[in-house]
T-cell receptor, first 112, second 113 residues
Framework: AQSVTQLDSQVPVFEEAPVELRCNYSSSVSVYLFWYVQYPNQGLQLLLKYLSGSTLVKGINGFEAEFNKSQTSFHLRKPSVHISDTAEYFCAVSKGDDKIIFGKGTRLHILP | DAGITQSPRHKVTETGTPVTLRCHQTENHRYMYWYRQDPGHGLRLIHYSYGVKDTDKGEVSDGYSVSRSKTEDFLLTLESATSSQTSVYFC????????????FGPGTRLTVT
């Protein structure tokens, strides 16, 4: 069975500093990987996705993620965060069937 | 805006009463999903549908039933609500399975007293 682990439940970062949100997955087959963002009192929005090809994926709002098959990781990064990036971020994995499995989320707190 | 609406957006109900939540889409997507979101648990899949009258269970389906009589509507029913079902419920749609991203509705906050 596949699973997703987000290693940090909360990450505080100063404004304009870089950030990395960590995600590891387990699966015995090839997977598709996603990062979603949830702003307060809203539904989830897709940030970026990895299906195949280049292991560095660029998404919206300046975020990017790198797929590392040997380490089964898909960490999310941004070189300089803004107060508007305050949100909860979810990593998700699919093996191409009917379902996507979500991690438990990482809350990103931007400090002034 | 992915053309997904959920109703009601907020509901307070008493233990033991039936509750139905509605998800409506205008995108004609084949796949529809119901999740619940609880602190510390992320999103957990309750039920999903891969076509009209075609549904299947997710990881937390006990106490919930679903119906899909039209492509655009996916109903989630709590036959007899319990306090453990207090949660935020999200509907999502997807064009197809697996590699296709899901688009989420705004959520329904349900409180069972």
């Amino acid at each position: 069975a596949q699973s997703v682990t987000q290693l940090d439940s909360q990450v505080p970062v100063f404004e304009e500093a870089p950030v990395e949100l960590r995600c590891n997955y387990s699966s015995s087959v090839s997977v598709y990987l996603f990062w979603y963002v949830q702003y307060p009192n809203q539904g989830l929005q897709l940030l970026l996705k990895y299906l195949s090809g280049s292991t560095l994926v660029k998404g919206i709002n300046g975020f990017e993620a790198e797929f590392n098959k040997s380490q089964t990781s898909f960490h999310l990064r941004k070189p300089s965060v803004h107060i508007s990036d305050t949100a909860e971020y979810f990593c998700a994995v699919s093996k191409g069937d009917d379902k996507i499995i979500f991690g438990k989320g990482t809350r990103l707190h931007i400090l002034p | 805006d992915a053309g997904i609406t959920q109703s009601p957006r907020h509901k307070v109900t008493e233990t033991g009463t039936p509750v139905t939540l509605r998800c409506h889409q205008t995108e004609n997507h084949r796949y529809m999903y119901w999740y619940r979101q609880d602190p510390g648990h992320g999103l957990r899949l309750i039920h999903y549908s891969y076509g009209v009258k075609d549904t299947d269970k997710g990881e937390v389906s006990d106490g919930y039933s679903v119906s899909r009589s039209k492509t655009e509507d996916f109903l989630l029913t709590l036959e007899s609500a319990t306090s453990s079902q207090t949660s935020v419920y999200f509907c999502a749609i997807s064009f197809d399975r697996g590699s296709y991203e899901q688009y989420f509705g705004p959520g329904t906050r349900l409180t069972v007293t």
